[in-house]
């Protein structure tokens, strides 16, 4: 079936670095990906859709400028954690449908991110 | 976005049917009515869908009420890998459409 890839899944920065999160679909294309987040005992949070070729949209109170988006290929979607601090620590996942296959969406295995 | 109540937790008996309830008071025509699941440290993964008619596949059945503002899914027979958080949710069709997911059911499998 289906598979989206991230990568990496764990990291763990220091405050004020940048950290850049992949999103891969393997085996179909997806010109439209998404990014939440998730933190501990709390459902997945909606940060922003990703469309491939132009700007992602981004859900209220998501900063554009912390969480870069960029979905340069069909196949590709990053999410790029800018200076980074302690409370951005959290769980990060994408999903990603197959536009020629069915309803259902695939997830990424998520990211673990910690900032120190 | 119409929204979706579930309960916060259940519990179930390995071996045994488990019936997850979502209630969808104010969903639209054009609703599907999606279950996802999500094991601990792991991304969601998609159970089963459906619009009107009951669906089964080979993880769950979808019972969809006749005037869909609810729906049941049912595991036939739980193991202890079913042990998740369940997530019932609507979406319009479409592959641009998001998932938005609620706080959905922690299922807790006893041996």
């Known amino acids: 079936g289906a598979v989206v890839s991230q990568h990496p899944s764990r990291v763990i920065c220091k405050s004020g670095t940048s950290v850049k999160i992949e999103c891969r679909s393997l085996?179909?294309?997806?010109?439209?990906m998404f990014w939440y987040r998730q933190f501990p005992k709390q459902s997945l949070m909606l940060m922003a859709t990703?469309?491939?070729?132009?700007?992602?949209?981004?859900e209220q109170g998501v900063e554009k400028d912390k969480f870069l988006i960029n979905h340069a290929s069909l196949t590709l979607s990053t999410l790029t954690v800018t200076s980074a601090h302690p409370e951005d620590s959290s769980f990060y996942i994408c999903?990603?449908?197959?536009?020629?296959?069915?309803?259902?969406?695939?997830f990424g295995q998520g990211t673990r991110l910690t900032v120190v | 976005d119409a929204k979706t109540t579930q309960p916060n937790s259940m519990e179930s008996n390995e071996e045994e049917p488990v019936h997850l309830p979502c209630n969808h008071s104010?969903?639209?025509?054009?609703?599907?009515i999606h279950w996802y699941r999500q094991l601990p440290s792991q991304g969601p993964e998609y159970v089963i869908h459906?619009?009107?008619s009951n669906v089964n596949n080979r993880m769950a059945s979808l019972a969809i009420a006749e005037d869909r503002k609810s729906s049941t899914l049912i595991l036939h027979r739980a193991t202890l890998r079913d042990a998740a958080v369940y997530y019932c949710?609507?979406?319009?069709?479409?592959?641009?459409?998001?998932?938005?997911f609620g706080t959905g059911t922690l299922l807790a499998v006893q041996p």
């Open positions: 949710i609507l979406r319009k069709w479409g592959a641009t459409n998001k998932l938005i």
């Open positions: 459906g619009l009107t």
């Open positions: 085996d179909f294309q997806a010109t439209t």
């Open positions: 999903s990603a449908r197959d536009q020629g296959g069915t309803s259902e969406a695939f």
């Open positions: 990703s469309n491939e070729g132009s700007k992602a949209t981004y």
């Open positions: 104010t969903i639209s025509g054009t609703d599907y």
